[in-house]
Nanobody, 121 residues
Framework: QVQLVESGGGLVQAGGSLRLSCTASGSIFSINAMAWHRQAPGKQRELVAAIRSGGSTNYVDSVKGRFTISRDNAKNTVYLQMNSLKPEDTAVYYC???????????????WGQGTLVTVSS
């Protein structure tokens, strides 16, 4: 059973910071890309940031310069450091990983359960 467990969400005032963590566990052979997505009330889920196995990253324009995605391959963990938070960043944040799992070296996309980030004005 492969799963992603997220942590770090909460309530913060505008201008504040939060760091989200997401750890993958189970019969994992390797992890390719890991990413954070978010879904605000009444809106579609959007990709916030992604990081590939080689370390290259990409961000949605609205968070560039404020959010930083990073990963610790030894811990199978991806982080999202969120600074200068705005009320419009309020959403449920979901972690996603593209994995190769055992047995069979199968490709698998896995999602976390989501963590709520609320930014008050």
């Amino acid at each position: 059973q492969v799963q992603l467990v997220e942590s770090g969400g909460g309530l913060v005032q505008a201008g504040g910071s939060l760091r989200l963590s997401c750890t993958a566990s189970g019969s994992i052979f390797s992890i390719n890309a890991m990413a954070w997505h978010r879904q605000a009330p009444g809106k579609q889920r959007e990709l916030v940031a992604a990081i590939r196995s080689g370390g290259s990253t990409n961000y949605v324009d609205s968070v560039k310069g404020r959010f930083t995605i990073s990963r610790d391959n030894a811990k199978n963990t991806v982080y999202l450091q969120m600074n200068s938070l705005k009320p419009e960043d309020t959403a449920v944040y979901y972690c996603n990983a593209d994995l190769v799992v055992l047995p069979g070296y199968r490709y698998l996309a896995v999602w976390g359960q989501g963590t709520l980030v609320t930014v008050s004005s």
